[in-house]
């Protein structure tokens, strides 16, 4: 059985920086893209960022280009995301998900519970 | 940059009830098209991907159609558990960034 397991999420002042981690387990975590989607207080799914199977693969959304990084690790079979340059509309509740393939565009078939982010002063 | 419209926003409907929701790309996405389904204070679940393939689980009477820019979700006879609220999202382009923005489906 795949799960997905987030863990980070806090309360942070903008301008600050948080690394969020999702441990993998039930799937050959090296065999798939993986991604965070995030979710606003309230509001509906926004795509952040993908890492393709071996890490090289790398993409984000305009808004956080430039201040998030995205990362793995497959011999721990773990994700990571890196933000710096919190903002408040950066504040959401972030999934990390198993993207449906190795490459290319997928669809989201396993998510984690979340970890919440809350960019405040 | 593709923008997906779902509609209606909400839907109010009664158990048993054949409920449909609706899913428009700005331009074509082929049939690479998923829906999830999300309930309170969970993450959400996939439902249909490839517009009409049912994913591991998935009851029977959650079913997926259309092609290119126009896409339905059909729930034939509404169950309790059922009361959530519905995603698409395209899978056409790279980044897969784009969802709809939602359908809440309601008890009335």
């Known amino acids: 059985e795949v799960h997905l397991v987030e863990s980070g999420g806090v309360v942070v002042q903008p301008g600050g920086s948080l690394r969020l981690s999702c441990a993998a387990s039930?799937?050959?975590?090296?065999?798939?893209?993986m991604h965070w989607v995030r979710q606003a207080p309230g509001k509906g799914l926004e795509w952040v960022s993908l890492?393709?199977?071996?890490?090289?693969?790398?993409d984000y959304r305009d808004s956080v280009r430039g201040r998030f990084t995205i990362t793995r690790n497959n011999n721990e079979d773990s994700l990571y995301l890196q933000m710096v340059g919190l903002r408040a509309e950066d504040t959401a509740l972030y999934y990390c998900?198993?993207?449906?393939?190795?490459?290319?565009?997928?669809?989201?078939?396993?998510w984690g519970r979340g970890t919440l982010v809350t960019v405040s002063s | 940059e593709i923008v997906m419209t779902q509609s209606p926003a909400t839907l109010s409907m009664s158990p048993g009830e054949r409920a449909t929701l609706s899913c428009r790309a700005s331009?074509?996405?082929?049939?690479?098209l998923a829906w999830y389904q999300q309930k309170p204070g969970q993450a959400p679940r996939l439902l249909i991907y490839?517009?009409?393939t049912r994913a591991t689980g998935i009851p029977a009477r959650f079913s997926g159609s259309g092609s290119g820019t126009d896409f339905t979700l059909t729930i034939s006879s509404l169950q309790s558990e059922d009361f959530a609220v519905y995603y698409c999202?395209?899978?056409?382009?790279?980044?897969?960034?784009?969802f709809g923005q939602g359908t809440k489906v309601e008890i009335k």
């Open positions: 998900v198993k993207g449906s393939g190795s490459g290319g565009p997928d669809y989201f078939d396993y």
């Open positions: 039930g799937f050959t975590f090296n065999d798939y893209t």
């Open positions: 890492i393709g199977w071996n890490g090289y693969s790398t």
């Open positions: 331009q074509s996405v082929h049939s690479n």
């Open positions: 490839g517009a009409s």
């Open positions: 999202q395209e899978y056409n382009n790279w980044p897969p960034e784009t």
